[in-house]
């Protein structure tokens, strides 16, 4: 009997070491899936944050020169650029470019930029057409009517803090559409007719 309890013993201490095992295997297989969601949450969340960011910046440029009289001066134009990047804090600024140009728009719908001003990008051409414009017909057809448009674009390069889980860099775009306050050209440097 006695051979038997050391048997008994032996074994159910086996069995409990297994059951260790076990716990110890199935947490090894656990943590990474679980350290690549944790992780990926974060990611994700700061790639939100930064998209706002980007289509705010995009909206606030837009609607600062929508809203000048009849001339705007480069030097209204930089600073509005300078205060936009604020709104990027605390991510780089670096990777940031923000172009800001005056369209004007025919009856028949034909765009044509008057002029572009960038910080960090490359402006768009005078005289040269502007390729989309917004999906809305009823923009459409105010912008017909006024025959002025200002498009303002913000691109930023988001590069991921844990590239292992979110490979980057991704490409965030935002374009934003307003009409001039007055309705009229806004003159940038003798660039109205």
């Not at 074994?11 to 260790?20: D, G, P, V, Y």
């Not at 008057?114 to 414009?133: A, D, F, M």
């Not at 934003?176 to 309705?183: D, I, V």
Request: aromatic share 10%.
């Amino acid at each position: 009997m006695t051979q038997f309890r050391l048997g008994l013993a032996t074994i159910l201490c086996h069995f409990a070491n297994t059951e260790r095992a076990v716990a110890v295997v199935e947490f090894a297989m656990i943590v990474p899936v679980m350290l690549v969601l944790y992780l990926g949450s974060i990611e994700a969340s700061s790639l939100y944050t930064v998209d706002r960011k980007v289509t705010t910046i995009s909206s606030t440029i837009g609607d600062l020169v929508s809203q000048a009289d009849d001339v705007i001066s480069e030097g209204d134009i930089d600073d509005y650029f300078e205060a936009a990047e604020g709104i990027l804090t605390p991510y780089s600024r670096t990777n940031l470019q923000q172009v800001v140009s005056l369209i004007r728009v025919s009856n028949t719908g034909t765009t044509t930029v008057v002029w572009s001003r960038t910080s960090g990008g490359t402006r768009r051409t005078p005289e040269t057409s502007y390729q989309s414009l917004p999906a809305s017909s009823q923009m459409n057809q105010i912008a017909r009517d006024t025959g002025y448009l200002v498009a303002s674009e913000t691109w930023y390069a988001y590069t991921p803090v844990f590239d292992s889980v979110i490979p980057g860099p991704i490409n965030l775009y935002r374009e934003s559409f307003y009409l001039p306050r007055f309705g009229a050209c806004i003159d940038l440097g003798n660039t109205c007719p």
